[in-house]
């Protein structure tokens, strides 16, 4: 059994107990404990069933690189899944529970997988589940969703908090091992601001386990010094439990910092992204040891040799009285020592080498250790846990020569350097013999913006293994032994989440798969949550020695951030709830929420859609919206309407350009519509143009189309006619903007009085400064709704108490507010456009009956050029007209006026499409605008529109006017 | 994630503080053109891999457009300068050059 | 008339560092460039020198600050506004030059305390280290745009006033107790 040691364990303080549970079972273990070092202490050692075979599964590492040991960690809205027990620092009432089981752990009904283990190949489902079509969708897809993914999702909201945070450096270090330690403290010295990043809560990386002294000096002693150097020092930023985990463009790297994780509820934030942008990125990464493929390598209790080392030095942790060694290098033979030295056997080290004289192994002699060389494990026994190991010849094909009794194996392939920073801005990779390992090319880096290198890896990350420089040797041994039968390759586990072994990659390959890349998706190898961190070496290998190739013949596959898996939340940063996006509010906002009013989004904008009253429907509200409007008096609230302010000797020029119309003959005091097309020709935009003085207009712009147009403008500006004197501003939030329309809309500015706005003194499309309600105002007689109507412009400091104003003002004249709905239905009444409703991007001015709207006497305006191709000037346009039904429905939204025949895909073709359908309370019926082929030649005739239901609505075509066709309403 | 020097207010923007603006240096071709050059104004956009001008505005910062000369493959940023060219300045050139002796301006 | 409303009515908020939103304060946008009377334009109304590029000029409750090579943010009280549009107006007759008032159009937050940095550098791609006493950085506070300088040991914000409350909130989830760097 694994349990805790009486002495030793450097990271643990046995001071501070701390108490915890594992599947509902209380456990205890000690402050600065890791969950798998607890869990171990606890002779917990199977915490986990594989994804697909449902095979027990323990821990096997000590890092983010373990596979095995996830958990549910916490409960209810804490609750997260797919945890790395490896990297999970323990707390006092930590939850845990295990993962991909049922009904339990110890009892789990789908390892009924694992025995029929050999029908459930690679490729099964694809080749499975591929016939009857059908089936996939309704049988086979609900099924495998169901069994497949590790951990559960929480169903309910997060209740923590994240950040985000930007910081900049000239030297990013990640990783505080000794090589990231040293490279800190030189950038330092020379003065450059540095930023360390380290992923575990300590300094130090491997050296204080697999080192006594660095430079000279005790390593201990050696780190505080060094600890204490940087501290001291303004110019270097030190983050721990901050994993760097991804490498982008021009610097940019991200980095997760678990704030909060081994403190719940504390009220700091959980997490925290860090965006980084760094001159130089150094990566310090170190290397991840490899396991073996040997059968029954997956068993509980089989673990990487750093790792059992680890369990043993920082944590106190026994793995069991007796392990076995198998390695093919000597740093494994630190493991047996380390053992040795807490009073643990090693009943033998087995090196697949034929000779083991290094330091180490003769050091490991020494010490009394059983060391057989050119010795290889045939199988490992036991189910649950490891009972014993038999052992072969690694040049034979696995007659067991002996079998030994153990509770653990603790298993050495190498070491591979973490390239993955360095390969993911396209890095690229050398193939190292000597170490059989992949690093860094330092020829070939990823670039900077000025086309120096932009990230270098020091340290185990290069591939220097051993910190004093001695030259490592590492042979390859990718299968143990190498003439293995199919018997033991079929147990011999490359990716252990994911139950990929030797044969299924074999059999990849077999099956015609020679790339790296179709062969890890065919066989799922790498692709858990561990990103292959333990497997895709191996894998390659495996694949590369059955195709006969070399390794770097066959490559190796895209590495591709985030380095560990990066909990949403720290993504999303602050963006939750109420900020999760900017929503633009108008002045009279809290007004309009007071009074009730159901909000859409208008872009960012939130604009009442309508104000229902209690028992009112929505429907019922913009009816009724609609009908007091025309009867009496409608407020509008319109300060999101885009208001751009045009100045200079050359700003008639400009809008001649940028309108389809004449805009540098309105007169001073008078507004004008006009149009925006692009460059193609398509209308982009429209509104009233308002000439302030000699040398200002002001444009009005869509509520959507503000910045678009500022920026619009701009861009002619400063890109194309950069010598015109013009100044253009954008004066959108400036102001507050009230529509008051309707019969009574004269009588309440009257009301509140301060300037004439009788017929003579400002007639229709004529705008007038002054005061009204004692505020300073702009009143622009304009009218999108076909009533008397003024818009009148406050500043928006005034404007909540100026619709206050105007809202008790006109109680008496019948005033209500009126929503976006209501101005819709007015507006189509009246067979006014609406920019994205008859517009989308393909529409011509002249498509919908505007050529009055464009000048033919310019030589130029922006989109007359792309109007004048072909296509667009064809007579065969489809083109804008009206539509009411015959039986007075309501067309419906996106419907088709149908034609005659089908087209190649045997749908019906089409001559014409709605683009605007309302039911108007003010006429009673439906009523709807649309583009039809030679429209307006067929006035009179009966079209028919396809329905959502499936049949026909028949609606006869007509102009596009429905109310107050000659505009008797609005003149008065 | 892109850094490019605003070369009006001399911040190193980086590419959210940016919006693109597509390739630099079109000629605009408007009414009285041919077919042909309103296709190649409108619609032939180079993509070439390598050596490339483009437009990008300054959105949150000052607002103004400016000029970019960069390596598609590699990102690598030869220099930024203000729009109001009608092709790309000589220092830019000599830059490019520098770093890619066998490019040929067109 | 009614006294001028600012966005967030003088909101605040403490947390490590104290957030406020002040104003309504005058501000005008000056668009010029290379005039002769520039300086003197500014000055009567700032009593400010012109900035330089990427500068703020701040003297009392006034100041002008560098917006881009043809553009001046001027900062005034409130009710001055009318009279100085009128003093820009004269100072730079008959030249090309555009004076609007944007003082409704914008949100006007202060940030202070010892770290008030903190909280506006987990909101913005700017490098506070190398952001100098004086200057005026215009960027993004999460997703809108957003002008800072340092003033009075704090920092000033300026947004558009239709998303004062989504910096609010901004800045009240940044200046959380116990989220220092």
């Given amino acids: 059994m694994s349990t805790r040691l009486t002495r030793g364990g450097r990271l643990i303080d046995r001071t501070a107990a701390v108490e915890f549970s594992f599947n509902g079972k209380r456990m205890r273990g000690f402050h600065g404990d890791t969950l798998a070092a607890a869990l171990l202490a606890n002779d917990q050692m199977l915490v986990g069933r594989s994804f697909k075979y449902h095979r027990p599964r323990g821990i096997v590492a000590s890092g983010p690189e373990e596979p095995n040991a996830l958990v549910n960690l916490g409960s209810g809205a804490r609750l997260e899944p797919n945890q790395r027990a490896t990297t999970t620092e323990l707390f006092d009432g930590l939850e845990c529970t295990s993962q991909n089981h049922w009904p339990s752990l110890e009892f789990d009904v789908g390892v009924v997988n694992n025995h029929v283990s050999r029908f459930l190949p690679a490729g099964f489902y694809y080749k499975t589940f591929i016939h009857p079509r059908p089936f996939w969708k309704h049988v086979f897809e609900p099924i495998i969703r169901r069994s497949a993914g590790l951990g559960k999702a929480p169903t309910q909201p997060d209740p923590d908090r994240y950040e985000q945070a930007y910081a900049f450096c000239d030297v990013l270090v990640i990783g505080a091992g000794v090589a990231g330690l040293k490279v800190a403290k030189a950038a330092a010295d020379a003065g450059q601001r540095v930023i360390l990043l380290e992923q575990s809560p300590t300094l130090g990386g491997r050296a204080p386990v697999d080192q006594t002294e660095v430079d000279g000096q005790p390593v201990e002693t050696w780190l505080s010094a060094m600890e204490a150097d940087l501290a001291a020092r303004d110019n270097v930023t030190i983050r721990t439990r901050t994993c760097g985990f991804g490498v982008y463009d021009h610097g940019y790297v991200l980095a997760d910092e678990r704030v909060a994780d081994h403190t719940p509820g504390d009220g700091r934030p959980k997490h925290r992204l860090w965006r980084i942008r760094a001159g130089r990125i150094v990566s310090a990464t170190g290397a991840i040891e490899r396991p073996l493929s040997f059968a029954g390598n997956d068993i509980p209790g089989v673990m990487l040799a750093s790792a059992v080392r680890d369990y043993v030095v920082n944590y106190a942790v026994s793995p069991g009285d007796r392990t076995v060694i198998v390695t093919n290098n000597d740093s494994a033979y630190q493991t047996a020592l380390a053992l040795k030295a807490a009073g643990l056997d090693v009943p033998a080290i087995l090196d697949a080498r034929e000779a083991a004289d290094g330091a180490l192994p003769q050091a490991a002699r020494a010490a009394g250790i059983r060391v057989l060389t050119g010795k290889a494990i045939a199988r490992v026994k036991g189910t649950k846990r490891v009972t014993g190991v038999a052992i072969c010849a690694q040049a034979g094909e696995g007659a067991v020569q002996e079998e030994i009794a153990c509770e653990a194996v603790a298993m050495s392939g190498g070491w591979s350097p973490v390239v993955h920073l360095f390969s993911h801005c396209g890095g690229k990779l050398l193939w190292d013999e000597t170490i059989s390992a992949f690093i860094p090319d330092p020829a070939r880096p990823p670039l900077n913006h000025d086309g120096s290198a932009m990230v270098e890896c020091v340290g185990a990350a290069a591939g220097d293994l051993d910190l004093t420089g001695t030259p490592v040797a590492i042979p390859p041994v990718w299968v143990m032994p190498q003439g293995a039968p199919i018997q033991l390759r079929s147990k011999m586990w490359l990716d252990y989440q994911n139950d990929v072994k030797v044969s299924d990659v074999e059999l990849a390959s077999r099956e015609g798969y020679v790339s790296v890349e179709h062969t890890k998706r065919y066989t799922t190898l790498g692709m858990a949550t561990d990103q292959g961190k333990l497997s895709n070496i191996n894998g390659l290998s495996v694949l590369a020695e059955t195709l006969g190739q070399e390794i770097p013949q066959v490559g190796t596959t895209t590495f591709r951030p985030p380095y560990t898996p990066v909990t949403i939340g720290a993504l999303a940063g602050e963006a939750r709830g109420e900020i999760f996006q900017p929503l633009r509010k108008t002045p009279m906002h809290a007004a309009h929420e007071k009074a009730g009013a159901y909000f859409e989004p208008v872009g960012l904008w939130r604009r009442p859609y309508c104000f229902p009253r209690p028992g009112e429907t929505h429907e019922q509200a913009v009816h009724r919206e609609v009908l007091n409007t025309r009867q009496n008096l409608g407020l509008l609230d319109a300060s999101t309407l885009g208001k751009i302010i045009v100045k200079g000797p050359d700003a008639g020029k400009f809008l001649d350009m940028l309108y389809t119309g004449v805009m540098s003959t309105l007169p001073v005091g008078k507004c004008r519509y006009g149009l925006m097309c692009n460059e193609q020709g398509f209308l982009i935009d429209d509104g009233v143009v308002a000439r302030i003085d000699e040398d200002t207009w002001l444009c009005h712009t869509t509520s959507g189309g503000a910045d678009r147009i500022h920026a619009w403008m701009e861009d002619w500006l400063q890109c194309e006619w950069w010598d015109w004197q013009v100044y253009t501003a954008n004066v959108t939030e400036q102001y507050a903007q009230v529509a008051v329309v309707g019969p009574n809309a004269r009588k309440l500015l009257q009301v509140l009085g301060g300037m004439d706005v009788s017929k003579e003194a400002l007639p229709f499309m004529h705008w007038a400064d002054g005061t009204l309600a004692g505020l300073p105002a702009r009143v622009y007689r304009i009218s999108f709704s076909g009533e008397l109507s003024y818009e009148i412009a406050v500043p928006a400091s005034h404007g909540a108490a100026f619709w206050a104003a105007c809202t008790q003002a006109g109680k008496a004249l019948g005033a209500m507010p009126y929503g976006t709905e209501a101005l819709h239905i007015m507006r189509a009444e009246k067979g006014f456009i609406m920019i994205g409703d008859e517009t989308d991007g393909t529409v011509i001015p002249q498509d919908l009956g505007l050529d009055w709207a464009i000048s033919k006497k310019k030589a130029d305006y922006l989109g007359k050029r792309g109007q004048e191709r072909t296509f667009l000037a064809s007579p065969d346009r489809w083109k804008l007209v009206g539509f009411e039904t015959l039986d007075g429905s309501v067309i419906p939204d996106g419907a088709y006026v149908i034609a005659e025949g089908v087209n190649a895909n045997g749908q019906r073709n089409t001559q014409g499409r709605v683009t605007s359908t309302y039911y108007s309370p003010t006429l009673k019926r439906g009523i709807a605008m649309g583009l039809l082929k030679h429209g307006p030649a067929r006035m009179g005739e009966v079209v028919e529109f396809n329905t959502v239901a499936g049949g026909t609505v028949k609606a006869r075509v007509r102009d596009t006017v429905f109310y107050d066709k000659d505009g008797e309403k609005q003149n008065v | ?106 | 008339m009614s006294e001028p409303v600012s966005a967030l009515n003088g909101a605040s908020f403490q947390g490590f560092a104290t957030i406020r939103e002040i104003g309504p304060l005058g501000m005008i946008t000056l668009r010029a460039k290379g005039l002769k009377s520039l300086d003197k334009a500014v000055k009567a109304v700032t009593g400010t020198k012109l900035p330089a590029q990427r500068r703020i000029e701040i003297k009392g409750d006034r100041a002008c600050g560098w917006m881009s090579p043809d553009e001046y943010l001027l900062i005034l009280p409130y009710a001055e506004v009318g009279a100085a549009l009128a003093k820009i107006a004269k100072a730079l007759a008959g030249e090309h030059h555009l004076a609007v008032d944007v003082s409704d159009a914008r949100a006007v937050f202060r940030i202070e305390g010892d770290r008030a940095d903190q909280v506006l550098r987990k909101l913005m791609p700017v490098d506070f280290d190398w952001l100098e006493p004086g200057e005026l950085r215009r960027s993004r506070a999460a997703q809108v745009a957003a002008a800072i300088w340092q003033q009075d040991q704090g920092f000033t914000l300026v947004c558009f006033r239709s998303v004062a409350s989504y910096v609010m909130g901004l800045l009240t989830h940044s200046a959380q107790p116990g989220s220092e760097l």
């Fill in chain 2, 1 to 106: 994630m892109l850094i490019l020097e605003c070369p009006y207010c001399g911040v190193k923007a980086e590419e959210t503080e940016l919006s693109p603006g597509y390739e630099a240096h079109l000629k605009r071709f408007g009414p009285g053109s041919s077919p042909e050059e309103f296709e190649a104004y409108m619609f032939a956009r180079k993509n070439p891999k390598g050596v490339h001008f483009e437009r990008w505005r300054h959105t949150y910062g000052c607002g103004k457009w400016f000029l970019a000369a960069r390596c598609t493959a590699t990102l690598e940023v030869f220099g930024t300068y203000p729009a109001q060219v009608s092709e790309p300045p000589a220092d830019i050139i000599a830059k490019i050059l520098a770093r890619r002796p066998d490019w040929k301006p067109e």
